[in-house]
């Protein structure tokens, strides 16, 4: 499985995203979800400039978002005893600027945020959405219990609990 993570944000003043931890986590939620061990993902930090580009042009929305994803082969999770397909899973995007702001108004850890937002990501990438209020549950619900796993596996105390209020918009291309 290939992981990628790539801090370009200049979040804090240098000192940036954990990006060893966010490979940790994205390999949890990837083998939690049954993924191909061959598929492939990157995970990018980007500024709020950065964000609001790729937020306007994808989603034709101003401003910094929390995450974008951008699938590639649409691959899917694998099922009891079958991991999915090999293949490219895709970007997710993260906004480190955006998720302090959101971390501070739920209180908890900025970092912590951005593992939600990651696991978020991901699970766009494997085809869940929240559009609708019980695809919404669905996703929230699989996307808190793939973080606190992966919390409790490092000995991590921690309870994020989403502060994404953004919905999904209908079409093919990048997810938020």
Do not use: K, N
């Not at 995203?17 to 980007?46: G, K």
């Not at 490219?88 to 998720?99: I, K, Q, T, Y």
């Amino acid at each position: 499985m290939s992981i990628d993570v790539v801090d370009e944000s200049s979040f804090a003043e240098g000192r940036g995203v954990d990006t060893v931890e966010v490979a940790s986590l994205a390999r949890h939620v990837l083998d939690e979800m049954r993924v191909h061990p061959l598929a492939d993902l990157s995970v990018l930090m980007v500024d709020a400039e950065a964000m609001s580009r790729l937020h306007e042009q994808w989603m034709d929305e101003p401003g910094p978002t929390d995450v974008m994803s951008f699938p590639m082969d649409q691959l899917r999770p694998g099922r009891e005893g079958q991991t999915s397909e090999p293949g490219l899973l895709g970007d997710v995007v993260v906004c480190p600027e955006v998720a302090a702001a959101q971390a501070a108004a739920s209180g908890h850890a900025t970092a912590d945020e951005v593992l939600l937002l990651v696991t978020h990501g991901i699970l766009h990438l494997l085809g869940y959405d929240h559009a609708e209020p019980e695809e919404e549950r669905e996703m929230f619900t699989l996307q808190r219990r793939l973080v606190l796993g992966f919390l409790a596996r490092i000995g991590r105390p921690g309870d994020p609990t989403p502060t994404v209020g953004h919905r999904a918009l209908p079409g093919s291309g990048p997810q938020g």
